[in-house]
T-cell receptor, first 113, second 113 residues
């Protein structure tokens, strides 16, 4: 039982390049989330999904797209990377939205130059 | 405005000492409050969760308290260990029809030998 895994762990992009971050969970959770974490700030929700085939915008969705084609996977895409997207990205999952704990992946450190 | 503020920003204590971290929130309507521990380079891991009716919750050497009237929570760490060195994040969820979870910026704790 690996929990929540993320690939890659590190990535450096040039401005304008695109990439996809992959999140996978093996806990059969319905809900999945993408956050970004910047120094001195709390985690901010980018997009989330309440089930296979569904996605919704979070607090800071601009410049990102997501897809949830399979229940266990949640992909985060950057179509045209900008330096402002330099951050650490965390994926999380939970059984439901309410009081349930969110289980986080190890994070992806992205640098855009 | 829904906000979660933590204090202090950082804290240095000697191994074996106790410490208390603070969390003040203005999130409404309140659903639950969680404390997470985040080791360097890792994703956050849940320590405790409290709903409106709970005013204390323990997890080993970690004890969280909640005063829903004053909208304050604290995390008390007893007999600190070097492994307690981490960021501690307070997270408050709103009780709304949509998804809304607000993360504090965290308190960085350093435990020295």
């Amino acid at each position: 039982n690996a929990g929540v895994t993320q690939t890659p762990k590190f990535r450096v992009l040039k401005t304008g390049q695109s990439m996809t971050l992959l999140c996978a969970q093996d806990m059969n959770h319905e809900y999945m989330y993408w956050y970004r974490q910047d120094p001195g700030m709390g985690l901010r929700l980018i997009h989330y999904s309440v089930g296979e085939g569904t996605t919704a915008k979070g607090e800071v969705p601009d410049g990102y797209n997501v897809s949830r084609l399979k229940k266990q996977n949640f992909l985060l895409g950057l179509e045209s990377a900008a330096p402002s997207q330099t951050s650490v990205y965390f994926c999380a999952s939970s059984p439901d939205r309410g009081a349930y704990e969110q289980y986080f992946g190890p994070g992806t450190r992205l640098t855009v130059t | 405005k829904n906000q979660v503020e933590q204090s202090p920003q950082s804290l240095i204590i000697l191994e074996g000492k106790n410490c208390t971290l603070q969390c003040n929130y203005t999130v409404s309507p309140f659903s639950n409050l969680r404390w997470y521990k985040q080791d360097t380079g890792r994703g956050p891991v849940s320590l405790t969760i409290m709903t409106f009716s709970e005013n204390t919750k323990s997890n080993g050497r970690y004890t969280a308290t909640l005063d829903a009237d004053t909208k304050q929570s604290s995390l008390h760490i007893t007999a600190s260990q070097l492994s307690d060195s981490a960021s501690y994040i307070c997270v408050v969820s709103r009780n709304t029809g949509g998804f809304k979870t607000i993360f504090g910026a965290g308190t960085r704790l350093f435990v020295k030998a």
